[in-house]
C-alpha cells in the first residue's frame, strides 16, 4: 500500500527553495549478484520516471552501503572497516569512473551500528542497538584518514531503535518510518559541529502515515525520499518543507511509482543530490 499523508492547513503552503544536480541525480542500488548499478534520475522535483542504468562495480562487497553525498560512497566491511569510495561521474549517465583512493580505509569498528546513514557534507549519523544515535563527520578528503572530534562519536538522541527505517535527508533532517506508519520528521540543527541541538526540542513531528509496509527508505535530499515496499516498487516522494517539518507535500501527498523489480538488497540514493535552502 501506498503511504498517504495529512496535508496542511489552509494557507500559503511551506517550500523550500531546492536544486538538485543537473542533469541528473544518482540512486545506487546493489543487486543480488553483487554488481553495484549507478541508476540516474533527470527529474527528481517531479518524480517523473526517467532512468538511466549503468553497472559501475561488477564486483561489490560490503555488510553495508550508505550515501556521503556528491559521488560519495561509505561502505562497512564484514569486519566493522569503513571504506572511502568516489563516483566521478554521479551527476550522470557517464560510465565507472572511480576517484583512484576509492576503497581507502578511514575507520574501524562499524559493525557495532544497526544503523548507518550519511547526512551529506561528511556527516553519518549511526545508531546503536539500544537506540542511542551518534554523530560523526568525517572532514577528510579523498580517503585520507580525518575526522571531526578525533573519530569520537557524540551522542546526540535516544529511542532511534522504534522506527523500522530511517533515511537522512541532508541539513540535518531524518526521517523515520515507525512500526503503527507513521513517518515523523525530526531536524538536527548542528550537523556541522555535532551538538545535541534539534527543532522542536528532539520531539519528532508527524508529517505522514501508512508508512509501515516500506522495507526501504532513501533520500535524495531536500526532502525527496524513494520508498520501496514488499513487491520491489519503488515510490517517490516529495516532502515540500523539509527544513521547517509543515505537513505539506507534492502530489497532495500521493506517491508515484517509479518502476518494479527493486527488490534486491541496498538502495543508496545520493543524499545531496538535492540540497533545501
Given amino acids: 500500500m501506498a503511504a498517504v499523508f495529512t496535508l496542511s492547513a489552509p494557507g500559503t503552503p511551506a517550500h523550500a527553495a531546492t536544486t538538485c544536480t543537473d542533469p541528473a541525480v544518482s540512486n545506487y542500488h546493489v543487486d543480488d549478484n553483487g554488481k553495484l548499478r549507478r541508476w540516474t534520475h533527470g527529474s527528481p522535483m517531479t518524480g517523473n520516471a526517467t532512468w538511466n542504468q549503468t553497472v559501475i562495480s561488477p564486483t561489490w562487497s560490503a555488510t553495508?552501503?550508505?550515501s556521503g553525498g556528491d559521488g560519495v560512497i561509505f561502505t562497512i566491511t564484514p569486519s566493522g572497516?569503513?571504506?572511502?569510495?568516489k563516483d566521478n561521474n554521479y551527476d550522470g549517465p557517464n560510465p565507472a569512473d572511480w576517484h583512484p583512493n576509492s576503497g581507502s580505509?578511514?575507520?574501524?569498528?562499524?559493525s557495532s551500528f544497526t544503523t548507518v546513514l550519511g547526512g551529506g557534507d561528511g556527516v553519518i549519523y549511526a545508531m546503536a542497538s539500544d537506540g542511542k544515535l551518534y554523530w560523526y563527520r568525517y572532514t577528510g578528503a579523498a580517503g585520507q584518514v580525518s575526522w571531526a572530534n578525533n573519530a569520537m562519536g557524540r551522542q546526540i538522541g535516544t529511542g532511534w531503535n522504534s522506527f523500522q527505517r530511517i533515511a537522512a535527508s541532508g541539513n540535518g533532517?531524518?526521517?523515520?518510518?515507525?512500526?503503527?506508519g507513521q513517518l515523523r520528521w525530526y531536524r538536527h540543527l548542528d550537523p556541522t559541529e555535532g551538538s545535541a541541538s534539534w527543532a522542536n526540542?528532539?520531539?519528532?513531528?508527524?508529517?505522514?502515515?501508512?508508512?509501515g509496509g516500506f522495507t526501504k527508505l532513501a533520500s535524495f535530499g531536500a526532502g525527496i525520499l524513494l520508498a520501496r515496499n514488499s513487491t520491489g516498487t519503488i515510490f517517490w516522494y516529495r516532502h515540500l518543507?523539509?527544513?521547517g517539518g509543515t505537513t505539506t507535500w507534492a502530489n497532495g501527498g500521493a506517491g508515484t511509482a517509479l518502476g518494479t523489480g527493486?527488490?534486491?538488497?541496498?538502495?543508496?540514493?545520493?543524499?545531496?543530490?538535492?540540497?533545501?535552502?
Fill in 81 to 85: 572497516a569503513l571504506l572511502w569510495h
Fill in 241 to 243: 518543507d523539509p527544513l
Fill in 201 to 211: 526540542n528532539g520531539t519528532g513531528v508527524t508529517v505522514g502515515t501508512g508508512w
Fill in 64 to 66: 553495508k552501503t550508505f
Fill in 173 to 180: 533532517v531524518l526521517y523515520g518510518a515507525a512500526a503503527n
Fill in 262 to 277: 527493486w527488490n534486491d538488497t541496498e538502495i543508496v540514493a545520493d543524499v545531496t543530490g538535492c540540497r533545501a535552502t
Fill in 105 to 110: 580505509v578511514i575507520g574501524t569498528g562499524w
